[in-house]
């Protein structure tokens, strides 16, 4: 609780996202294809939107596993990358956004690892109940305006390969895209 406020951190850190502009927002699995991955409801609802979370889990295949989703951004502009996720057989995650330089985020049971030096202002914030709200900024550089995320299931970079476990995996809930002002 902030003294003299009479708020908690949680509610100073979600209105300082609302005051964001959205840009985009994914919150269903037709919106993600998928790479030796399998969706299916999660039977428990993201905490920061409300809507049903998505189990997703690795394939049995020794290769590479995430979703990924495409959407258009404006050239030059500083955007915001959030993602709500649950630990389920996995405790780590990396985030691809995909423009001319490649921005690698990682997490760990709620702390943060950088793993590009293109990235900046990392932020992982405990909703509780083993929710995380993970993001990261990056700008928009690609001249085509088409930008791909991608949400891996381990702190290897996206594209390495590994043996997966079907039992392994994370819950996400909603994947969004904010203008920085």
């Known amino acids: ?10 509610t100073v850190l979600s209105r300082a996202v609302a005051a964001l502009v959205l840009i985009y927002e994914a919150l269903s699995v037709a919106a993600f294809s998928r790479v030796n991955t399998t969706l299916a409801n999660a ?13 997703m889990k690795e394939t049995v295949a ?8 495409q959407t258009t951004l404006t050239l030059g502009r500083t955007y915001r990358l959030r993602v709500v996720v649950k630990a389920d057989g996995r405790d780590a995650i990396t985030l691809l956004a995909n423009t001319l330089n490649k921005y690698w985020y ?5 702390t943060t690892a950088l793993l590009s030096s293109n990235t900046f ?7 509780g109940g083993g929710w995380f709200a993970q993001s990261m900024d990056f700008t928009m550089n690609l001249a ?3 930008v791909t995320f991608r949400l891996g299931l381990s702190l290897v970079p996206v594209d390495t390969s590994y043996p997966g476990d079907i039992t392994k995996g994370v819950l996400w ?3 969004r895209i904010y203008e920085v002002p």
Do not use: F, K
């Open 144 to 146: 085509t305006g088409i």
């Open 121 to 127: 202002n990392i932020q992982c914030v405990d909703l």
């Open 43 to 55: 039977g428990e609802n993201d905490p920061e939107s409300g809507t049903l979370a998505q189990s």
């Open 62 to 69: 020794d290769s590479i596993h995430y979703i990924q989703t």
């Open 173 to 175: 809930g909603s994947v």
């Open 1 to 10: 609780m902030m003294r003299g406020l009479g708020i908690g951190l949680g």
């Open 106 to 110: 990682g997490q760990i049971g709620g």
